[in-house]
C-alpha cells in the first residue's frame, strides 16, 4: 500500500508543481496579453491613421492614372480572356466611333479589318499558349467612318503577379528583346496599346508600289531588250503588266496601214475571264468613230462606269460584261498606229493615279519597242535585200586601199579577171593583175579619195576573147576605197546593134514623114477643092434640097478631113513634134462655133444643147485656138454620137490661182447618153479603142478622138476627168491649169467681131497652083468686086506674071511640078522689086520640118482646105479694105431647151421641189455654209440628172462653181433664185 502512496503521492506533487507552473506561466502570459492589448490598441490608432493617408494617395494616384490615360492619342484598353472589351480609354472611343459603355463587353476582334481576323487570332493564341507576355502586330482596323487605319499593337498578357515581374521591367528598360513568362503564370487579363501607324504605312506602301512598279518596268524592259522574237517578248510583257494590276484583261489592237481598221493581237486574261481576241480582228474604226476620236483628241479612253461611255462604245464593252477600262495609244513618230487597253469586269476596281501613270510609261514602253522592232525588222529586210542584191549582180566588188591591198571581195565566176585573189599567198592587185592594169587601180584608188569618185574603162583578153569593163571608185574613208568592177562587153556589142538600130528608125522615120506630107497633100488638095466649092455653092443656090444636099457633102467632107487630120494629129504627138502656138482666143465663141457645126444633128436627134459660160470666165485666154477647137470638138460629138435623148451641156468657169494674171480654166461636157463602165473608163483614152458592145456600124467613128485629146492636153498643161454611170450619161471635165488672160481692147474686139464687115478695095491677087480647082475654090471664097485675080500653076510661071504685072498678095503652094513654091519664094524675097509683097504659104503639107520653114520664109500661112474665116482674116491683115455697119445678128447662146422625158416628169418633179428641197433651202440660203450647200447642190444635181432637166441642172452647175470660186456673193445669188426656178417650171405646165 505505501507503495502505491508513494506513488500516488508523488504524482499529487508533479500535479501540484505543474498547476502552479501553469498558474505562472498564465500570468506571464496575461501580462504580455495585457501589454499586447496596450500595444495593438495604439497600433490601430496609426493604422487607421496610415489607412487614411494611404486611401488619399492611392485616390491621387488613380486620378493621375486616369488623367494619363485619356491624354495621349493610343488607344487603350483591357480586354479578358474571352476577348471582351472591359476598359477602354476615350480616344478609342472617338476613334471607333462608339461610346465607353457601349464599347465595354464587345470583342475586340470586331474591329479588326475581316481580311486580318483569322491571322491575328491565330498569331495571339500563340502568343497566349507560349507564355510570350508582350507581343507586338501591325494591323488595319476600321474607324467610325469606315476608314481604314493602320496601327502598331502591343498585346501584354498580366496577372496581379506582373506588377513585381522583374522580366517586364527588364523588357521596358529595354534590356531584352524578348519577354518569355515562366510556365507558373497564369495570366487573367490583356492589356491592348494601339499606335496609329497609317501615315508611315502609306509611305511604306508608296515605297513599295514605287519599287514594284520599277522592277515592272524594268522588267518588261529587259523583255524587250532582245529582238530576236518580238512577238514572244511582246505576250511576256502584257503578262507582267496583267499579273501586277490584276484586271481582267490587257490586250493590244494594231491599226491597219490606212488606219481605218484595227485588230486584237495580243492578249492576257485573268482567271475565268473569256478570251476575245478571235473576235475583235479587222474592227472598222467607222463603226466606233468615238473610241478614235478620244483617242486622237484627249490621248485615253478612260472610265470608272462603262454606262457613262457614248453609245457606240458602250454598244462594244457592255456585252463583255466590262465594268471599268483605260486604253492608251501606241504611237510611233507622232502617229498612233495602236493602243493598249485594261478590262476590269469588276465593279469594285479602282484606277488610282499611280496606276494610270504606270500605264502610261507602260505605253510609251511598248511604242517604242514597236518602233525598234519595226526599225530593226526593215533593217534585216533591208540587209537581205541589199546581201540578194550584191549576190544577183554580175558585178565584181573590191576593197582596196592605197598600196593596191585588198581587204575583201567578191568575184562573179571562177574566171574572174581577179581570181588569183582567192590563193591566201595572194592578197594585193599587184600579184593578181600584170603591171600596167595593178597600177591603174592604184591610180585610181588616189583619184577616188581626192575627189570623192572616179572610174576608168579596161579592156582584158579573156582566152581569145577581148572583154570590156568599166570599174567605178567609191570613197569608203581617207585610205580605202570601194571598187565595182561590171563587164560591158555585152553593152559594148549592144551599142553597136543599137546604132544599127537607130539608123534603121531614123530612116523609117525619116521615110514616114515624107509619107505623110505625100498623103498630107494629096489628100487635102482634093479636099480643098470638094469643101471650098461646096461652101460656095451653099451660099450661092437657093433650091432648098439642093441646100440640103451640099450640106450633107460639106458635113462629110468636115468628117473625112477630121479623120485625116486625128491621123495626122496623133503621128504628130507621138513623135513630139505637136507645135502650140497660144494667142488671144474667146471661149464663148469657139463653143458656139461647135454648136453651129453639131446644129442638124443635133436638130435631128430632138436632143437639147444648153452652154453656160459664167461670168468668172475672161473674155480672152491665151490659148491655142486650133487645138482647143480641136478638144471641145471632139468631147461634144462623142456627147452627141453617144446622146439618144435628152440634152448635151458645155458650162464653162475659172477659178483664181495664185497669179493674178492667170486662172484655172474648167470646161464640162455632160450629157444624158449611154455612159461607160466603170471597168473600161480607163481604156477609152487609149488609140483605136472603143467601149465593148459598141456597135461600130450604129456609132462610127476610129476610137482616135479621146487619144488626141489626152496628147493634146498634156501639151497645153491640162488634164480630163471622167464620171459616168452606165444608162444614166457622163460627165467629162477638162482643166487648163494656169491659162494667162488676155488684155484685149474694145477696139481690138470689135475688130475680131467685125471680121467679115468689109470689103476689099481694088486690088490685085495672084494665085500659084498646079491644081485649078483649087484656085477656083480661092476665087469662089474671095470673089470681091475690085479684086483683080491673076493665075499660075508652078514657080515658074508666077515669076513671068510678076515680070509683067506686080500683085499686092501672093497666094503660094508649095508642092509644084517645076519649080516649087520655096524656090520662087525666095526669089521673090530676094528681088528688092518685089520682097514687099506679102506671100501667103498655100499648102496641104503638115509636116513639122516644113512649116518651120514655112514660117522662116512666107509672111503668113494658110493650110488646105482653107476656110472663109481664115481667108478673111489675113485679107484684113494685108489688103487694104472698106468697112460695112451691119446689124449684128446675135443667137441666143443660152436657149433653154426641155427635153420631152423631162416635160413628161414635170408634176412629179415639181411636186418632188417642193415638198423636199424647198425645205432644205429655207434651212440653208441664210446661213451661207459651204458644206451646206455643196451637200445641198449635190442632191439636187443627182435628182436633176435622174429627172433629165436641162434647167435644173443647170442652175447646179452654176451654183457649183460659185461654190468652187468660193464667190459668197455669187453663192448667195444662185441660191435666191431658187425659188424663182420652180416658178418658171411650173410656168412650163401650162
Not at 528583346?177 to 508608296?206: D, M, P, Q, W, Y
Not at 531614123?506 to 461646096?534: C, D, W, Y
Request: some cysteine.
Amino acid at each position: 500500500m505505501s507503495k502505491e502512496f508513494e506513488l500516488i503521492q508523488r504524482k499529487l506533487e508533479r500535479e501540484k508543481k505543474a498547476r502552479l507552473q501553469a498558474e505562472k506561466l498564465l500570468e506571464d502570459k496575461s501580462l504580455q496579453l495585457y501589454e499586447s492589448n496596450q500595444q495593438l490598441k495604439s497600433l490601430n490608432n496609426n493604422l487607421e491613421t496610415i489607412a487614411q493617408e494611404r486611401t488619399k494617395k492611392l485616390l491621387e494616384t488613380e486620378q493621375e492614372y486616369f488623367t494619363l490615360v485619356e491624354s495621349i492619342t493610343d488607344i487603350i484598353c483591357k480586354v479578358n480572356l474571352r476577348g471582351e472589351i472591359v476598359f477602354v480609354n476615350q480616344i478609342a472611343s472617338a476613334i471607333l466611333g462608339q461610346s465607353k459603355d457601349s464599347l465595354i463587353g464587345k470583342r475586340v476582334i470586331d474591329f479588326v479589318s475581316k481580311n486580318f481576323r483569322k491571322k491575328i487570332f491565330q498569331f495571339f493564341a500563340k502568343q497566349f499558349i507560349q507564355k510570350n507576355c508582350i507581343s507586338y502586330f501591325e494591323v488595319p482596323i476600321v474607324t467610325g467612318r469606315n476608314d481604314i487605319l493602320w496601327v502598331r499593337v502591343n498585346v501584354q498578357f498580366t496577372e496581379e503577379r506582373c506588377k513585381n515581374c522583374d522580366l517586364k521591367r527588364c523588357f521596358l528598360a529595354g534590356e531584352t528583346n524578348n519577354v518569355k513568362s515562366g510556365h507558373n503564370c497564369n495570366f487573367n487579363e490583356i492589356i491592348i496599346v494601339a499606335h496609329n501607324i497609317t501615315e508611315r504605312k502609306k509611305n511604306e506602301l508608296e515605297i513599295a508600289r514605287n519599287l514594284r512598279q520599277q522592277e515592272i518596268l524594268s522588267e518588261i524592259s529587259v523583255t524587250y531588250n532582245s529582238l530576236e522574237n518580238f512577238e514572244n517578248n511582246t505576250k511576256e510583257a502584257v503578262r507582267i503588266i496583267g499579273e501586277h494590276t490584276q484586271v481582267s484583261r490587257v490586250y493590244i489592237f494594231e491599226d491597219s496601214i490606212d488606219g481605218d481598221h484595227t485588230t486584237n493581237t495580243y492578249e492576257w486574261c485573268n482567271n475565268s475571264v473569256i478570251s476575245k481576241i478571235d473576235e475583235l480582228q479587222n474592227i472598222p474604226y467607222s463603226s466606233i468613230p468615238s473610241w478614235k476620236r478620244m483617242l486622237e483628241e484627249d490621248g485615253i479612253v478612260f472610265s470608272e462606269n462603262i454606262s457613262m461611255m457614248p453609245d457606240d462604245i458602250k454598244d462594244i464593252l457592255e456585252p463583255q460584261g466590262i465594268k471599268s477600262i483605260i486604253v492608251l495609244p501606241l504611237v510611233i513618230s507622232g502617229k498612233i498606229f495602236g493602243f493598249i487597253g485594261f478590262d476590269e469586269c469588276s465593279p469594285n476596281y479602282r484606277w488610282s493615279k499611280s496606276k494610270i501613270e504606270l500605264l502610261k510609261t507602260i505605253s510609251n514602253i511598248i511604242s517604242t519597242s514597236f518602233l525598234r522592232n519595226k526599225v530593226q525588222t526593215e533593217l534585216v529586210i533591208s540587209e537581205k535585200e541589199n546581201r540578194g542584191i550584191i549576190d544577183s549582180i554580175p558585178d565584181e566588188i573590191l576593197r582596196l586601199n592605197r598600196e593596191g591591198e585588198v581587204s575583201s571581195y567578191k568575184l562573179k565566176s571562177e574566171d574572174s579577171l581577179f581570181s588569183k585573189l582567192e590563193n591566201e599567198s595572194c592578197n594585193s592587185l599587184q600579184d593578181a593583175l600584170d603591171d600596167d592594169l595593178s597600177n591603174s587601180f592604184i591610180s585610181g584608188v588616189e583619184e577616188c579619195i581626192v575627189k570623192g569618185e572616179f572610174q576608168f574603162d579596161f579592156s582584158s583578153l579573156n582566152w581569145d576573147k577581148m572583154e570590156y569593163s568599166e570599174a567605178r571608185f567609191v570613197k569608203l574613208n581617207a585610205s580605202e576605197v570601194l571598187v565595182i568592177i561590171r563587164n560591158v562587153t555585152e553593152i559594148k556589142e549592144n551599142e553597136k546593134l543599137l546604132q544599127i538600130s537607130k539608123n534603121k528608125a531614123e530612116q523609117a522615120s525619116k521615110a514616114k514623114s515624107e509619107f505623110l506630107a505625100n498623103v498630107s497633100h494629096e489628100i487635102r488638095t482634093p479636099m480643098n477643092a470638094i469643101l471650098g466649092f461646096s461652101e460656095w455653092l451653099h451660099s450661092n443656090v437657093e433650091n432648098p434640097q439642093h441646100k440640103n444636099y451640099l450640106h450633107t457633102i460639106l458635113t462629110s467632107g468636115r468628117n473625112l478631113l477630121a479623120l485625116i487630120n486625128d491621123i495626122l494629129d496623133l503621128s504628130k504627138i507621138e513623135s513630139g513634134k505637136m507645135n502650140i502656138e497660144l494667142e488671144p482666143m474667146q471661149c464663148s465663141v469657139i463653143v458656139n462655133q461647135i454648136k453651129q457645126v453639131f446644129k442638124q444633128k443635133l436638130e435631128l436627134k430632138n436632143l437639147a444643147f444648153n452652154i453656160t459660160i459664167d461670168n468668172s470666165v475672161p473674155n480672152y485666154i491665151y490659148m491655142d485656138e486650133v487645138r482647143f477647137y480641136q478638144i471641145l470638138f471632139n468631147l461634144i460629138g462623142n456627147a452627141i454620137k453617144f446622146t439618144a435623148k435628152g440634152y448635151i451641156h458645155v458650162s464653162v468657169m475659172a477659178v483664181k490661182t495664185s497669179d493674178p494674171n492667170s486662172i484655172n480654166l474648167f470646161i464640162n461636157v455632160e450629157d444624158t447618153g449611154i455612159g461607160i463602165k466603170e471597168d473600161q473608163q480607163g481604156d477609152i483614152f487609149k488609140a483605136f479603142t472603143q467601149q465593148s458592145g459598141q456597135s461600130n456600124r450604129y456609132y462610127e467613128g476610129t476610137g482616135l478622138g479621146l487619144t488626141i485629146i489626152g496628147g493634146l492636153l498634156k501639151k497645153l498643161d491640162g488634164e480630163v476627168s471622167l464620171i459616168s454611170e452606165v444608162g444614166k450619161g457622163s460627165k467629162f471635165t477638162v482643166k487648163f491649169r494656169n491659162v494667162k488672160i488676155a488684155e484685149i481692147n474694145s477696139k481690138e474686139d470689135q475688130q475680131k467681131k467685125d471680121l467679115y464687115n468689109f470689103t476689099l478695095k481694088p486690088c490685085k491677087i495672084l494665085i500659084v497652083d498646079d491644081l485649078k480647082f483649087n484656085i477656083l475654090v480661092l476665087k469662089r471664097i474671095i470673089q470681091s468686086e475690085g479684086v483683080t485675080f491673076m493665075e499660075a500653076e508652078n514657080g515658074e510661071e508666077a515669076l513671068e506674071v510678076m515680070e509683067s504685072e506686080q500683085p499686092d498678095i501672093v497666094f503660094m503652094d508649095i508642092r509644084m511640078p517645076g519649080m516649087n513654091g520655096y524656090d520662087a519664094t525666095e526669089i521673090i524675097k530676094k528681088n528688092p522689086d518685089w520682097n514687099h509683097i506679102p506671100i501667103v504659104a498655100f499648102t496641104a503639107s503638115v509636116v513639122n520640118e516644113e512649116l518651120e520653114r514655112v514660117r522662116e520664109l512666107f509672111d503668113e500661112f494658110l493650110q488646105k482646105p482653107v476656110f472663109r474665116k481664115d481667108v478673111f482674116a489675113v485679107l484684113k491683115k494685108f489688103l487694104p479694105i472698106n468697112e460695112i455697119d451691119e446689124a449684128e445678128v446675135e443667137e441666143d447662146e443660152n436657149e433653154e431647151l426641155m427635153s420631152e422625158e423631162c416635160r413628161a416628169k414635170l408634176p412629179e418633179l415639181i411636186e418632188a421641189l417642193e415638198n423636199g428641197f424647198i425645205s432644205e433651202w429655207q434651212k440653208i440660203k441664210n446661213d451661207l455654209i459651204i458644206y451646206e450647200i455643196e451637200e445641198f447642190s449635190q442632191s439636187l444635181s443627182v435628182f436633176a440628172f435622174k429627172k433629165s432637166c436641162y434647167i435644173l441642172d443647170k442652175y447646179c452647175s452654176e451654183l457649183d462653181l460659185a461654190i468652187q470660186s468660193f464667190d459668197i456673193e455669187l453663192i448667195e445669188d444662185r441660191l435666191n433664185r431658187f425659188d424663182a426656178l420652180i416658178e418658171n417650171l411650173r410656168g412650163q405646165l401650162t
